[in-house]
């Protein structure tokens, strides 16, 4: 009987544990926004997962004229997330051992209000979570749809 209650609790904390690791929940204001897809939060710098946004030294043209448009998803970002609680679920760590997570305002995921806004991509080569939101920000040639850019992948193989 005795043993059942240690096995119980101590499942119980490993389980709470797990949930604390994975599920960061800081306000906004300790949020620092390095790009379109890329932030910290308490000094833990985090890449969200399955999407791919401009450099931010990348533009795009659109009527002959040059546009920021790596600049252009940052603001898009900022303005997102405002003075809002920003939360984080992880999903692991990349190649460069930043975490990667799908982040959250106000329950909306930012990955796919970035892509459904046509400043971010589906990063296909990792997941397909997002290729219907990047078909929406096409068709209705949302962001950068509507402008001649290079993809981020591509932008960062040439530079």
Known sequence: MFS???KVFLLTSICLIFVF???????SNKVKIV????????????????IDTPEIKQTCNKNNET???????KELLINKIGNNKVKCI?????????????????NQSLSKYLVREGYAFAYRKYSTKYV??????????????AMTFEYPWDYRRKN
């Open 4 to 6: 059942n209650k240690i």
């Open 21 to 27: 690791v994975t599920y960061l929940d800081l306000k």
């Open 90 to 106: 992880k999903n692991g760590l990349d190649k460069y051992n930043r975490i990667l997570a799908e982040c959250f305002v106000n």
């Open 132 to 145: 219907q939101d990047e078909d929406y920000a096409k068709k209705n040639k949302k962001g950068m749809w």
């Open 35 to 50: 790009d379109g897809d890329t932030i910290y939060l308490k000094n833990e710098k985090i890449r969200f997962s399955g």
């Open 67 to 73: 546009i920021k448009c790596g600049i252009q998803a």
